[in-house]
Nanobody
């Protein structure tokens, strides 16, 4: 059983930055595709980014493209989501998830919750002035 723990959430003003981390104590995340999802108040949870387990391919939805980056740490146990130029509409609970499957580029499956095996409890991000 893989336990994921998110950290790094908080409150920032528009235009600010935060870095979220997803850790898996006792496990190496580099064997898994890791996705980030978010759920804004009153809305369904949506997939926003993923880093694949093969070739390190990265994926971003249009709303965050160019502002967020996803990366793996060399320790193999942590995946980060660097969030820049934050907007009020980025306010949400952010979750990371790990999938043991390989996602084909262009399939879009990396944004679909059903493909993921393990989930964290989430970390809150609030963007307001």
């Amino acid at each position: 059983q893989v336990t994921l723990v998110e950290s790094g959430g908080g409150s920032v003003e528009p235009g600010g930055s935060l870095t979220l981390s997803c850790e898996a104590p006792g496990f190496r995340l580099d064997y898994y595709a890791v996705g980030w999802f978010r759920q804004a108040p009153g809305k369904e949870r949506e997939g926003i980014s993923c880093i694949s387990s093969v070739e390190g391919g990265t994926y971003f939805v249009d709303s965050i493209e160019g502002r967020f980056t996803i990366s793996r740490h060399n320790d193999g146990k942590t995946v980060s989501l660097q969030m820049n130029s934050l907007k009020p509409e980025d306010t949400a609970m952010y979750f990371c998830a790990a999938a043991s499957v390989h996602f084909e580029r262009g399939s879009g499956n990396y944004y679909r919750e059903g493909w993921y095996d393990y989930w964290g409890q989430g970390t809150q991000v609030t963007v307001s002035s």
